[in-house]
């Protein structure tokens, strides 16, 4: 009995006290709002205040903690708690920057952080402000509540997320690794949907395309527009246009675009778990990709690497034939896309001398292979989705957008991306990131909360 009692009274030392939760909700909201109301719109970048205020915060609680700047306006924040070293460091990681606004169009003011009906409206109020103060306020509850560690735990908080990744990320990376070296990561990138205020399942982001961008530039002789010309640049560019989005790219599957689908014909209609289990199946492949491309555009480019032409630029007036015509092309890569291949079948599906295809350059990302689903990582996070989420199914996802996860996964750092819950609904309707109304769920910010502290505490905290 007594040595019972010391095993028992030894593991409940171990163990950290369970958090204050209302009290934890109180000062997230706190800080939350007070971040939201900083415009970082980027450009032109103005995460200073931002970042000020956090240092003060960390300094506060004694939080260990390091400014770092390419540009002095633009800064950067690391903050590490250690452990006692017996495994490489976790990362936490959100950006300060948003994405600018038009204020006309908002309902509420972007930068003023209302609470309204449940929701908190502004700019960054789910890209990603969420996970900045969910990092933030990990930092505060370990320090706080004396969490034994086997990891150092790092809060990397970023400038330049939204478009100028080399004041940020690309920075960071390349002048101070050494800062946030890391086995696993934690940053944007997934969530919970809801459809009907029913949680349907968790999306933690394992892997992401590439962006790239190719022009298609049509060249021939000047002309008057009475005089129609075959030769006429912006019919050559025309045709090569609609010869590469009618092309479908291979389907190419990876682990966690094999994984996503399995997983979600298990929570889906009959009919739609059929598509979702026969994607590889030969003798059906070929429709379901059609529909894909037809009712589900998300899916399909998950499946290939994808081409969007998005800007066309020809002629200056209306009765000169142009002697060229440009399109541009919206690239997304899969993640082992041999892209000089890839131009050069472009070549070949313009098929017509008169079109150059050029690669042109962009805020691209480096390639990374997608994280690993057999890491103690992503174990923790699907302990977590059924503790904090009531057993949902987890969804590893290849993100057809692209994050600064990449320069990392590039690293060798194994990143996973995770965020709040949010509606279905919100996006058609105008609430989503990048939105005039974007805004989150209270409720759901405050689980986001306790499902960070779980996957953290699982990953880092003393075993």
């Known amino acids: 009995m007594l040595a019972l009692l010391t095993i028992l009274t030894a593991l409940a030392a171990a163990q950290p006290p369970a958090p204050n939760w209302p009290a934890i909700e109180e000062e997230t909201m ?44 633009r800064p950067n924040i690391v903050a590490r708690i250690k452990g006692n070293g017996k495994k490489r460091p976790l990362l936490i990681m959100g950006h300060t920057d948003v994405v600018n606004v038009d204020p006309k169009k908002w309902t509420f003011p972007p930068f003023g952080a209302v609470r309204n009906g449940g929701y908190v409206y502004g700019r960054g ?37 939204e478009g100028t990744v080399r004041v940020g990320i690309g920075f960071m990376v390349k002048e101070h690794f050494d800062k946030i070296d890391a086995e696993y990561c934690f940053a944007e990138g997934g969530g919970g949907i809801r459809t009907g205020g029913k949680l349907h399942h968790i999306s933690i982001s394992t892997a992401e395309k590439i962006p790239y961008a190719l022009k298609l530039v049509a060249r021939g002789p000047a002309g008057h527009g009475s005089r129609p010309l075959k030769t006429n640049a912006v019919v050559h560019l025309a045709q090569a246009v609609a010869n590469v989005a009618n092309w479908q790219p291979p389907m190419r599957l990876n682990d966690t675009t094999r994984t996503y689908f399995e997983r979600l014909a298990t929570v889906s209609t009959p009919e739609e778990a059929a598509r979702y289990n026969n994607i590889v199946n030969p003798d059906r492949t070929a429709a379901i990709q059609q529909y894909f491309a037809e009712k589900e555009p998300g899916h399909n480019s998950m499946i290939r690497t994808s081409i969007s032409p998005n800007i066309i630029q020809a002629g200056y007036r209306v009765n000169v034939i142009p002697s060229e015509a440009v399109a541009t092309l919206d690239v997304r890569a899969l993640p082992d896309e041999n892209l000089p291949a890839f131009v050069e079948q472009v070549r070949k599906v313009v098929n017509d001398p008169a079109v150059e295809v050029v690669r042109e350059g962009r805020d691209t990302r480096p390639q990374a292979l997608p994280s690993r689903l057999d890491s103690e990582a992503f174990k923790a996070i699907e302990a977590a989705v059924k503790r904090v989420y009531s057993g949902v199914v987890t969804l590893p996802t290849m993100q057809t957008g692209a994050t600064d996860m990449a320069y990392l996964r590039a690293k060798g750092i194994q990143c996973y991306g995770v965020g709040p819950a949010t509606d279905s609904e919100d996006g058609p309707k105008g609430f989503g ?23 953290v505490l699982g990953v880092a905290a003393a075993k």
């Open 125 to 161: 109020t789910v890209d990603d402000k969420d996970n900045l103060v969910a990092c933030l306020m990990m930092m505060l509850m370990i320090k706080r509540m004396n969490v034994k560690l086997d990891r150092d735990v790092i809060f990397l908080a970023e400038s330049g997320e």
């Open 30 to 73: 706190r800080h939350y709002q007070t971040l939201l109301r900083f415009d970082t719109s980027d450009p032109p970048g103005r995460e200073l205040p931002a970042v000020e205020y956090i240092k003060k915060v960390l300094d506060a609680e004694g939080i260990q903690n390091e400014v770092l700047a390419l540009e002095a306006h």
């Open 433 to 455: 990131a990048h939105s005039d109304q974007e805004r989150i769920l209270e409720s759901e910010l405050h689980r986001f909360i306790k499902f960070h502290w779980d996957i």
